[in-house]
């Protein structure tokens, strides 16, 4: 049986509130609704969200890797539809900034995960060490941006700093919670121009999802928007990113 072509992809913003977690997860879902074996890593690994989204108490997390008194195996749990998660910690602050020794630790366990075809990071916001760390060892970086003119400004500096830190000179943009593919375009066009001008780097467009009231009624009941309303245009819409993914 041929070996799955195992893909690590890490998605980012310049800043928080731009739904990026909602995004990792449903993705997650998707693409396992696929029958794409998929993990999510969460990599904002002093404030971790992702089981909290799935409404999940997991009994060990990063920590317990990092100090050695768990395997990769032990920490990982299954959330719906088979997405696997590798927990956060929660208010720990020593976990912002990892050491060299703490990720080499994390990054050898790596070797662990059982056969999967995607490994999704879903990294904390902004441009700490351990963002440029985790966007470093991806094979592809998504960057989510909005509308807000904030996040336009932060996710242009986000890229800069990673291009510089990293040596990355390929990035994709999806734009989140605008009114059409239109805007989302426009916000693409405008970040673009700013890049072309001031970065050595490629930046492409990976799709759009736009403003959906079902998202915000999933999130408060701590259930997907893509398993719960999976007719509904974002949920559509990110199902479109996905399936270029697995193309």
Request: hydrophobic letters at 45%; glycine letters at 6%; aromatic letters at 8%.
């Given at each position: 049986m041929?070996?799955?072509?195992?893909?690590?992809?890490?998605?980012?913003s310049?800043?928080?509130?731009v739904?990026?977690?909602?995004?990792?997860?449903?993705?997650?879902y998707?693409?396992?609704?696929?029958?794409?074996?998929?993990y999510?890593?969460?990599?904002?690994?002093?404030?971790?969200?992702?089981?909290?989204?799935?409404?999940?108490?997991?009994?060990?997390?990063?920590?317990d890797?990092?100090?050695?008194?768990?395997s990769?195996?032990?920490i990982?749990?299954?959330g719906?539809?088979g997405?696997?998660?590798?927990?956060?910690?929660?208010?720990?602050s020593e976990?912002?900034?990892?050491?060299?020794?703490?990720?080499?630790?994390l990054?050898?366990?790596?070797q662990?995960?059982?056969?999967?075809?995607?490994?999704i990071?879903?990294?904390?916001?902004?441009?700490?060490?351990?963002?440029?760390?985790?966007?470093?060892?991806?094979?592809?970086?998504?960057?989510?941006?909005?509308p807000?003119?904030?996040?336009?400004?932060?996710?242009?500096?986000?890229i800069?700093?990673?291009?510089?830190e990293?040596?990355?000179?390929?990035?994709?943009?999806?734009v989140?919670?605008v009114r059409?593919?239109?805007e989302?375009?426009?916000?693409?066009?405008?970040?673009?121009?700013v890049?072309?001008?001031?970065?050595?780097?490629?930046?492409d467009?990976a799709?759009?999802?736009?403003a959906?009231?079902?998202?915000?009624i999933?999130?408060?009941k701590?259930?997907?928007?893509?398993?719960?309303?999976?007719?509904?245009?974002?949920?559509?819409?990110?199902a479109?990113?996905?399936?270029?993914?697995?193309?």
């Amino acid at each position: 049986m041929e070996a799955r072509r195992k893909k690590t992809i890490a998605i980012t913003s310049g800043k928080g509130g731009v739904g990026k977690s909602s995004i990792v997860s449903n993705m997650a879902y998707l693409l396992s609704a696929m029958r794409k074996s998929t993990y999510i890593l969460d990599a904002d690994l002093a404030l971790g969200n992702i089981d909290i989204m799935l409404g999940m108490v997991p009994r060990f997390n990063i920590r317990d890797l990092i100090n050695g008194t768990k395997s990769m195996k032990d920490i990982i749990v299954e959330g719906p539809f088979g997405i696997k998660i590798i927990p956060a910690t929660s208010g720990i602050s020593e976990f912002s900034n990892l050491s060299m020794e703490e990720k080499n630790i994390l990054l050898s366990s790596f070797q662990d995960i059982p056969d999967y075809d995607f490994l999704i990071m879903d990294t904390s916001a902004g441009i700490s060490s351990n963002v440029v760390y985790f966007n470093a060892i991806s094979e592809d970086v998504f960057v989510i941006i909005t509308p807000d003119p904030a996040s336009l400004t932060d996710s242009y500096a986000t890229i800069k700093v990673l291009s510089k830190e990293t040596g990355r000179r390929d990035f994709q943009i999806i734009v989140n919670m605008v009114r059409d593919e239109k805007e989302a375009l426009d916000m693409y066009k405008k970040i673009l121009l700013v890049t072309d001008r001031f970065l050595n780097i490629s930046l492409d467009f990976a799709g759009y999802i736009p403003a959906d009231k079902n998202v915000n009624i999933a999130v408060k009941k701590q259930k997907l928007w893509a398993e719960t309303f999976p007719e509904t245009n974002a949920t559509k819409a990110l199902a479109r990113i996905c399936h270029r993914l697995v193309a």
